[in-house]
């Protein structure tokens, strides 16, 4: 598996002989494209929420072009900055 450079952008998965992940043969068998893909299936499989977005933030320090956070579906979470207020 290689590492990319932070200009990489991270392609979303592409069903392809039921494999997510590419393997050797292709352009796509990397770190950045794995992270990108692998996130929002631990979020289907009901990963925590706070721990994924770690993951994300990690992620988009290291490859900046991706759109790691609207990965993870946060409609769930409430986010408040006066909570007290609501």
């Known amino acids: ?6 200009s990489h952008v ?7 002989n039921g494999f997510i992940f590419a393997d050797d043969t292709t352009n796509s068998n990397n ?3 794995h992270t990108y ?3 929002p299936l ?6 925590d929420k706070l721990l994924l977005l ?3 933030v990690w992620a988009e320090r290291a490859w900046p072009m991706g759109d790691w956070k609207n990965l993870i579906d946060t409609s769930d979470i ?6 007290d207020d609501n």
């Open 1 to 6: 598996m290689k590492f990319r450079l932070a």
């Open 10 to 16: 991270p392609k979303p998965h592409v069903e392809k």
């Open 31 to 33: 770190a950045a494209d």
């Open 37 to 39: 893909r692998l996130i």
């Open 42 to 47: 631990l979020d289907q499989d009901g990963v």
């Open 54 to 56: 770690y993951l994300a």
């Open 78 to 83: 409430l986010f408040s900055e006066n909570f």
